[in-house]
Each structure stands twice: as structure tokens, then as C-alpha cells.
């Protein structure tokens, strides 16, 4: 885990040594009492699946006036037929970026495909340097994200990995000085902690890159894509729209396809890497947002899938708020998430996240940023989010305080999350299908 490969040989990436093992054989007190109490792992097996920061590790940013916390742990998934499947999600996490004490950069890349390991590990690996050689990073934060994930992507399509079915989703949150921007490829997520007068409360800052969305159905369609379920592709009925909810689609969410053909079958419409799926419409341009932190602003959740799949965006964060430090909220978080599968299915996905609490911005600093809406701290935002687009509905909200936020965000638009799809195949995330004119003589669906 970590942000490899970094020609920055001054930054601090503390989750390099801490790849995928667990720091001791036996969890500590503090931490044990965190894991599951039940399920097919026994607690010796479940910690060895476990990569998870040592400590919480603080970092002071003198000239910005307030320092933060973070964490990361990430799961191995248990697949009752692969009980040696890689985990395919990687985390980055990165202080000192780009040797500016006042910056530090996140990660969280989920995997999909036979080669979805490789696919984040690569998208993890060349990040860094991508960011630090873009000539725009260094004024322009947004343009430099939009180009290092655009380019990683062309970059993993020209390298040994076999990215024609398989790639990655990628949630990078950027915090520099006072300035948070989160850039989101796929349907991992960031969340920020909001304080509200009546709690804290969950705020969305990416928004899934899914045929729900209807404009990312129409903008597919425009490159050649077919947007049918499962059953519509059995039936032969042809396209329709009015996609709602997972739990209405009978856990059988939208697809994209080739004209007349049965693959790729990709759940989301944007990713890294899935060259088969490009040639439909999926592409790996990133939606940003920008928040300028606020004394309102408690933490932020960057996680993968594995974590929302069946907990709400209020569900991540109550759960997070109830506990002091990142380290603790982290472990507890995916053990939440890993029981939550097993209530509904035999498996669970890798589940991994980074939790990064802020503390001191109350503090004030020369020449602070303006901010139109001072409690949200809400200053651009690039992804579309407006009321006439409908979002994917599923089957748990994920966030549910629409009332008390849209008081707190008056000028921001709220939207309602739910719950992902629950119709992967018990091997994973794929469907089987064949394509006649593709080198390999059978592909596979990618889910999300």
C-alpha cells in the first residue's frame, strides 16, 4: 500500500512498509474489540487479512494553522471459492507531498477484473509522479488531477497489463493549505463530516459514475453504448430509461454493451483502464470538487465500494463520529462493513478506506480564502449534481439528512444516496460473457 514510485524521494508515504499485513500476529487490546464477533473468519484469520496504519499519524500545517489525523485500513475480501483472492483495492497515503509541508495527497484505488490487483497497483504507483511532473499541478490543483488521472490511464493501457477487461476506480482527496480537492473516477467515495445544527451530518463529495445517472447514460449512448439490465439482455427488449433503484431493478442494475454484443457488461461508465469498455464510452475523466475547509468541517471518509455497498453515507459517518481517534473509526469502519455483507451475502468485497480528522480550523489565517458559503465551505464543484439529473436510487439511503443540510447548504444541492448493487456473482464482480471478436475467446462482465 502507498503511493510508489514517487520521484519525490523527500516525501513521507507511511503505508509503504505496512503492505497488506496486519503490525502484529495478534490485534492489540484496543483494536481487537473492534473486529467482528462473527462470521466465517475467526479473528487470527480476519486480522491477517488486514492492512491497517500502526498508529494514527498527525501532521501539523503551521502556515495553514491546523493540523489532522489519518488512518487507512483495508480488508482482504472472503470469497468462499478463492480463499486466496488478491486483494485488488490499494490506499495511498502521502504527507509531505511534492515536499510542501502544507500538502498531502490520498488515495483509494478499487480493482476490478482478472488483473484488478495489477490495475491498482499501477494507478497507485504512477499518481504521484503524474502529479509532480504536470506543469499545471502547482497553480492549478484541479487541472493537474484531471491530467495525471487522464494520463494514468493512457499510461496503463500502453504497459504489460492486460487492462482489455480490468481496471480500477479512483477516490484522491488533495489537501493543500486550506484547500480540499477531491477528483473521483468510478463509484468509490469521499464523504466529508459536516457539523449542523442539529449534528453532524454526511456530505457527499463525489457522485457514482453509474448508468443511474441519466447523463452519464445519455453521454455513453452517444458513443455507441447499448444500457440494459441483465434481464433486458436475456428478454431481447431493448433499451428503456426510468432505472431507479437497485432494490426496484430486482438487484439487476443497468449495463453498458456493444451494439448486438454480450460484453463488456460494465456496471459503472468510468474508470481506469477497461480498454474494451473505452471503445463504449467509458472513460477515466475525472469529476472534482473543491471545498475550502471550515471550522464546520469535521473529517473526511475516502473508501472504496466494499464500505457503502450496504451502509448509507450517514451510516459511515455516525459510526466514524463515534469514535475518538482515525485509527479506531478506520478498523471499525470495515468491520461494520465486512458484517453488513455477510447479513446479506456468503462473500464480502476487499474493503478499504483512509479517515482524516481535522482539528484547529477554528484558527484564523492571513489572507484567508473567500468562501461563498462560509458554514459549507463550498467553493466549485465539477461534478454535475444538479436535481434534474436522478442518481442512482438503491435500496438504503446513504444520506438521509436532506433537511438538515440543505439548511447548512443553502446554496448547495443535496442529493439522496443509497444502497449498491447486490447482484454480483458469488466469484465476484463479474458476469460471464463471450465476445467473438476480442482476442480472448471469453471476457468477463465488470461489475462494480
Same mark, same amino acid.
Given at each position: 500500500?502507498?503511493?510508489?514510485?514517487?520521484?519525490?524521494?523527500?516525501?513521507?508515504?507511511l503505508?509503504?512498509?505496512? /503492505?497488506f499485513?496486519?503490525?502484529?500476529?495478534?490485534?492489540?487490546? /484496543?483494536?481487537?474489540?473492534?473486529?467482528?464477533?462473527?462470521?466465517?473468519l475467526?479473528?487470527?484469520?480476519?486480522?491477517?487479512?488486514?492492512?491497517?496504519?500502526?498508529?494514527?499519524?498527525?501532521?501539523?500545517?503551521?502556515?495553514?494553522?491546523?493540523?489532522?489525523?489519518?488512518?487507512?485500513?483495508?480488508?482482504?475480501?472472503? @470469497?468462499?471459492?478463492?480463499?486466496?483472492?488478491?486483494?485488488?483495492d490499494?490506499?495511498?497515503?502521502?504527507?509531505?507531498?511534492g515536499?510542501?509541508?502544507?500538502?498531502?495527497?490520498?488515495?483509494?484505488?478499487?480493482?476490478?477484473? #482478472?488483473?484488478?490487483?495489477?490495475?491498482?497497483?499501477?494507478?497507485?504507483?504512477?499518481?504521484?509522479?503524474?502529479?509532480?511532473?504536470?506543469?499545471?499541478?502547482?497553480?492549478?490543483?484541479?487541472?493537474?488531477?484531471?491530467?495525471?488521472?487522464?494520463?494514468?490511464?493512457?499510461?496503463?493501457?500502453?504497459?504489460?497489463?492486460?487492462? #482489455?477487461?480490468?481496471?480500477?476506480?479512483a477516490?484522491?482527496g488533495?489537501? /493543500?493549505?486550506?484547500?480540499?480537492?477531491?477528483?473521483?473516477?468510478?463509484?468509490?467515495?469521499?464523504?466529508?463530516?459536516?457539523?449542523?445544527p442539529?449534528?453532524i451530518?454526511?456530505?457527499?463529495?463525489s457522485?457514482?459514475?453509474?448508468?443511474?445517472?441519466?447523463?452519464?447514460?445519455?453521454?455513453?449512448?452517444?458513443?455507441?453504448?447499448?444500457?440494459?439490465?441483465?434481464?433486458?439482455?436475456?428478454?431481447?427488449?431493448?433499451?428503456?430509461?426510468?432505472?431507479?433503484?437497485?432494490e426496484?431493478?430486482?438487484?439487476?442494475?443497468?449495463?453498458?454493451?456493444?451494439?448486438?454484443? &454480450?460484453w463488456?457488461?460494465?456496471?459503472?461508465?468510468r474508470s481506469?483502464?477497461?480498454?474494451?469498455?473505452?471503445?463504449?464510452?467509458?472513460?477515466?475523466?475525472p469529476?472534482?470538487?473543491?471545498?475550502?475547509? *471550515?471550522?464546520?468541517?469535521?473529517?473526511?471518509?475516502?473508501?472504496?465500494?466494499?464500505?457503502f455497498?450496504?451502509?448509507?453515507?450517514?451510516? *459511515?459517518?455516525?459510526?466514524?463520529?463515534?469514535?475518538?481517534?482515525?485509527?479506531?473509526?478506520?478498523?471499525?469502519?470495515?468491520?461494520?462493513? @465486512?458484517s453488513?455483507?455477510?447479513?446479506?451475502?456468503?462473500?464480502?468485497?476487499?474493503i478499504?478506506c *483512509?479517515?482524516?480528522?481535522?482539528?484547529?480550523?477554528?484558527?484564523?489565517v492571513?489572507?484567508?480564502?473567500?468562501?461563498?458559503?462560509?458554514?459549507?465551505?463550498?467553493?466549485?464543484?465539477?461534478?454535475? &449534481?444538479?436535481?434534474?439529473?436522478?442518481?442512482?436510487?438503491?435500496?438504503?439511503p446513504?444520506? &438521509?439528512?436532506?433537511?438538515?443540510?440543505?439548511?447548512?447548504?443553502?446554496?448547495?444541492?443535496?442529493?439522496?444516496?443509497?444502497?449498491?448493487?447486490?447482484?454480483?456473482?458469488?466469484?465476484?464482480k463479474?458476469?460471464?460473457?463471450?465476445?467473438?471478436?476480442?482476442?480472448?475467446?471469453?471476457?468477463?462482465a465488470?461489475?462494480?
Amino acid at each position: 500500500m502507498g503511493c510508489g514510485g514517487s520521484k519525490n524521494k523527500n516525501s513521507v508515504d507511511l503505508t509503504t512498509l505496512q /503492505r497488506f499485513s496486519a503490525p502484529t500476529n495478534v490485534p492489540p487490546e /484496543r483494536l481487537s474489540v473492534l473486529l467482528p464477533k462473527t462470521g466465517p473468519l475467526g479473528q487470527t484469520n480476519y486480522w491477517n487479512r488486514l492492512s491497517l496504519s500502526k498508529q494514527p499519524h498527525e501532521v501539523e500545517l503551521t502556515k495553514s494553522r491546523f493540523s489532522l489525523k489519518y488512518a487507512f485500513t483495508s480488508l482482504r475480501g472472503f @470469497y468462499p471459492d478463492a480463499l486466496q483472492k488478491s486483494n485488488q483495492d490499494e490506499v495511498c497515503a502521502n504527507q509531505l507531498f511534492g515536499e510542501n509541508l502544507e500538502q498531502l495527497l490520498f488515495a483509494v484505488f478499487d480493482g476490478h477484473g #482478472s488483473e484488478g490487483h495489477l490495475c491498482a497497483q499501477f494507478a497507485k504507483n504512477k499518481l504521484t509522479d503524474n502529479l509532480l511532473s504536470d506543469k499545471t499541478f502547482k497553480h492549478d490543483p484541479q487541472q493537474g488531477l484531471r491530467s495525471a488521472l487522464v494520463l494514468l490511464n493512457k499510461q496503463l493501457h500502453s504497459s504489460r497489463i492486460d487492462d #482489455s477487461m480490468s481496471g480500477t476506480t479512483a477516490i484522491v482527496g488533495l489537501i /493543500r493549505d486550506r484547500t480540499l480537492y477531491v477528483a473521483n473516477v468510478g463509484d468509490s467515495r469521499a464523504v466529508l463530516a459536516l457539523q449542523g445544527p442539529d449534528g453532524i451530518i454526511a456530505r457527499p463529495l463525489s457522485n457514482d459514475q453509474t448508468p443511474f445517472r441519466a447523463d452519464e447514460r445519455a453521454r455513453v449512448r452517444t458513443e455507441g453504448a447499448e444500457v440494459l439490465t441483465m434481464r433486458q439482455m436475456e428478454t431481447g427488449e431493448g433499451e428503456t430509461d426510468g432505472f431507479t433503484s437497485e432494490e426496484e431493478q430486482g438487484g439487476d442494475p443497468p449495463r453498458l454493451w456493444a451494439p448486438g454484443a &454480450s460484453w463488456p457488461g460494465t456496471a459503472f461508465t468510468r474508470s481506469i483502464g477497461d480498454s474494451v469498455a473505452e471503445a463504449i464510452g467509458v472513460c477515466a475523466e475525472p469529476e472534482i470538487e473543491t471545498v475550502d475547509l *471550515v471550522p464546520a468541517h469535521r473529517f473526511l471518509v475516502l473508501a472504496s465500494d466494499g464500505v457503502f455497498e450496504f451502509m448509507s453515507n450517514d451510516d *459511515v459517518v455516525q459510526l466514524v463520529l463515534a469514535h475518538p481517534d482515525p485509527q479506531s473509526a478506520a478498523v471499525a469502519l470495515v468491520s461494520a462493513a @465486512y458484517s453488513k455483507w455477510l447479513d446479506y451475502e456468503q462473500r464480502t468485497d476487499d474493503i478499504s478506506c *483512509v479517515i482524516i480528522q481535522f482539528h484547529g480550523l477554528e484558527h484564523s489565517v492571513p489572507n484567508p480564502p473567500a468562501v461563498p458559503d462560509l458554514q459549507s465551505g463550498a467553493r466549485t464543484t465539477s461534478f454535475n &449534481s444538479s436535481e434534474d439529473q436522478p442518481l442512482q436510487q438503491k435500496n438504503m439511503p446513504r444520506s &438521509s439528512s436532506s433537511a438538515s443540510l440543505n439548511a447548512i447548504l443553502s446554496k448547495e444541492v443535496t442529493r439522496k444516496d443509497s444502497r449498491r448493487d447486490v447482484s454480483k456473482s458469488p466469484s465476484g464482480k463479474h458476469v460471464l460473457s463471450t465476445v467473438p471478436s476480442i482476442d480472448s475467446a471469453s471476457l468477463t462482465a465488470v461489475g462494480t
